[in-house]
Nanobody, 121 residues
Framework: QVQLVESGGGVVQAGGSLRLSCAASGSIFSINTMGWYRQAPGKQRELVAIITSVGITNYRDAVKGRFTISRDNAKNTVYLQMNSLKPEDTAVYYC???????????????WGQGTQVTVSS
């Protein structure tokens, strides 16, 4: 089992920045891919960015050039630097971790409790 704890959410004006952190504990040796997802009210949860154990990243188009995902394997922590925030970025942001098996079999993996990000216009 992997436990994930997010931090860093808050309220920011449009154009501002926030940095989210997600610390992993438990069976961390099994973690392959880590990522950030978000869910706005009335909408489905969507992928924001993912990073593999070797640092390969992928972003949804809406955040490319504004968000940066990074990973510190020594600290078992993944970060999401969010710049030039827009009101449409408002959502609960969730951290996710998957083992290689969970990636290969398209299983959901482990989730954090979520952190609220609110961008005011």
């Amino acid at each position: 089992q992997v436990q994930l704890v997010e931090s860093g959410g808050g309220v920011v004006q449009a154009g501002g920045s926030l940095r989210l952190s997600c610390a992993a504990s438990g069976s961390i040796f099994s973690i392959n891919t880590m990522g950030w997802y978000r869910q706005a009210p009335g909408k489905q949860r969507e992928l924001v960015a993912i990073i593999t154990s070797v640092g390969i990243t992928n972003y949804r188009d809406a955040v490319k050039g504004r968000f940066t995902i990074s990973r510190d394997n020594a600290k078992n922590t993944v970060y999401l630097q969010m710049n030039s925030l827009k009101p449409e970025d408002t959502a609960v942001y969730y951290c996710n971790a998957k083992s290689g098996f969970e990636v290969a079999t398209n299983r959901p993996g482990s989730w954090g409790q979520g952190t609220q990000v609110t961008v005011s216009s």
